[in-house]
């Protein structure tokens, strides 16, 4: 998984990618919880780009995308968001993979 190094690259990839972004933190139990699932994800829905965005770093694009629970995964396909999972509750694998592939 990529991860998000400055907000001008969260909205290159935004507007020119078919991507998914991951709004987590460090400190996010729930958020650690979900990562040994992740490649598994990632591999399984490759048509993505998955792009790990730290919520501490990049505060004002979670505010700008209220984003206020974390994890929390918004899809977009050059441009045009296409779905969003945005809770502060604990994700499984069954949910995030029923939410990308809720996308097409």
Not at 26 to 50: A, G, H, N, Q, T
Not at 74 to 80: I, Q, R
Request: charged fraction near 30%.
């Amino acid at each position: 998984m990529r991860t998000l190094k400055t907000e001008q690259e969260y909205h290159q990839l935004k507007g020119e990618e078919k991507v998914i972004f991951l709004f987590s933190a460090d400190w996010c139990p729930d958020c650690r919880v979900i990562e040994p699932i992740l490649p598994e994800v990632e591999e399984k829905f490759s048509d993505y780009l998955f792009v790990y965005v730290d919520r501490d770093q990049f505060i004002d694009i979670c505010v700008a995308n209220d984003i206020f629970g974390i994890p929390s995964f918004v899809a977009y396909d050059h441009g045009e968001e296409l779905g969003r999972f945005v809770s502060k509750d604990r994700k499984t694998q069954e949910q995030i993979e029923q939410f990308i592939q809720g996308l097409s």
